[in-house]
């Protein structure tokens, strides 16, 4: 799902190999991150804002309190931390494939990530990813 968002940049922060930005977001009227290799396009506005008194991370949010979904990997798709923030291997298997588990804010993104790999990575748990994954996976097959 594309979302346009109006943000007010603040600062750059990189963390394994992956470039963010830390912005005031007028659309969630708070301070967000955005990973910026995932951005589909930016477009320089000529609307001012005055510098926000935000105290800015210095790194990508934490992933400690976010729900976590257990992700099996096939020995043919590579597993890179770079691709799931925050995750962890938590079993290589004797296929040799890996089952991971990965944080996730909203099942939409981990969703899309599935999706996009679709074959290679499968949802072990919970219901609500695996459900959400057949979904966008049913819903782009009746696109074509």
């Not at 589909?40 to 804002?49: D, G, K, V």
């Not at 590579?78 to 298997?93: A, I, K, L, Y």
């Not at 040799?96 to 748990?125: K, M, N």
């Amino acid at each position: 799902v594309d979302t346009e968002r109006e943000i007010e940049p603040l600062g750059l922060v990189t963390e394994r190999g992956a470039w963010y930005v830390e912005a005031f977001c007028r659309r969630a009227g708070a301070l967000r991150t955005f990973r910026i290799d995932r951005m589909r396009q930016a477009q320089l506005t000529s609307t001012e804002f005055a510098p926000r008194a935000l105290a800015v991370s210095g790194a990508p949010l934490s992933t400690e309190r976010l729900p976590v979904a257990r992700l099996r990997f096939s020995a043919d798709e590579p597993f890179s931390e770079r691709e799931w923030p925050g995750s962890r291997v938590v079993e290589h298997r004797e296929d040799g494939g890996v089952d991971v588990d990965v944080p996730f804010a909203g099942t939409g993104w981990i969703a899309r990530q599935v999706v996009a790999r679709l074959g290679s990575v499968e949802v072990v748990s919970p219901d609500n990813v695996r459900g959400a994954v057949e979904n966008l996976a049913r819903a782009g097959s009746a696109k074509r």
